[in-house]
């Protein structure tokens, strides 16, 4: 857990929070370098989607409580955003991401170094439990998704990066239908 920031108080911890600091114990255990958790933690989801928000945001129900979860690591053209127009390829990330993980799908959330950001959404690495699928790594291999790096939370940067760039590279998903930013030289 990082420090609490000056001047901010902080209720004690609640359920969703002695999870969160649980996975951090853990985190980094449960995922093969496969991108894929490992059997035990498969068979062991800690949160059920209740909605897909975009292609890059979900809700869960987790101990309880119902959280908005911001997938670590990628990012997906906006749909939501408000005062924001629908960007190119934005509805298909949202569908794909729905279909990877619909309503009730039980998953596996791993968390980096930061357990919120800014928003105060969850960020975490998402895993189905029912056969270990790497949500964050599926959608920009696919891509329906590109890798954005946000230090300190960079456990899987590398692997997001050279996914993304073999979707590119083949012109999979938004990069054969938008074109996009040369991110990588």
Same mark, same amino acid.
């Given at each position: ?75 997906? =053209?906006?749909? @939501? ?8 390829? &934005?509805? #298909? $990330?949202?569908? +794909?991401?729905?279909? %990877? ?49 946000? =230090?300190?939370? @960079? ?8 996914? &993304?760039? #073999? $979707?590119?590279? +083949?012109?999979?998903? %938004? ?11």
């Amino acid at each position: 857990m990082t420090a609490p920031r000056a001047g901010r108080a902080h209720p004690p911890l609640g359920p969703v929070a002695v999870l969160w600091a649980l996975l951090a114990l853990v985190g980094s255990s449960a995922c093969g370098s496969s991108g894929e958790v490992d059997a035990s933690a498969a068979s062991e989801p800690n949160a059920t989607v209740t909605r897909v928000v975009d292609g890059d945001t979900i809700m869960v129900e987790t101990g309880g409580v119902e959280e908005r979860v911001r997938l670590i690591g990628i990012d997906t =053209p906006e749909t @939501v955003k408000p005062g924001t127009e629908v960007e190119c390829f &934005g509805k #298909e $990330a949202s569908s +794909h991401a729905q279909d %990877l993980m619909p309503e009730g799908t039980e998953v596996v959330l791993v968390r980096d170094v930061e357990a919120r950001d800014r928003y105060d959404r969850l960020l975490a690495y998402v895993y189905r439990a029912s056969d270990g699928l790497f949500v964050n790594e599926s959608l920009v291999a696919d891509g329906y998704a590109q890798p954005a790096t946000y =230090p300190p939370n @960079v456990e899987h940067a590398e692997d997001l990066v050279a996914a &993304g760039r #073999e $979707a590119r590279e +083949h012109g999979l998903g %938004l990069w054969g239908r938008c074109g996009g930013d040369d991110l990588y030289g």
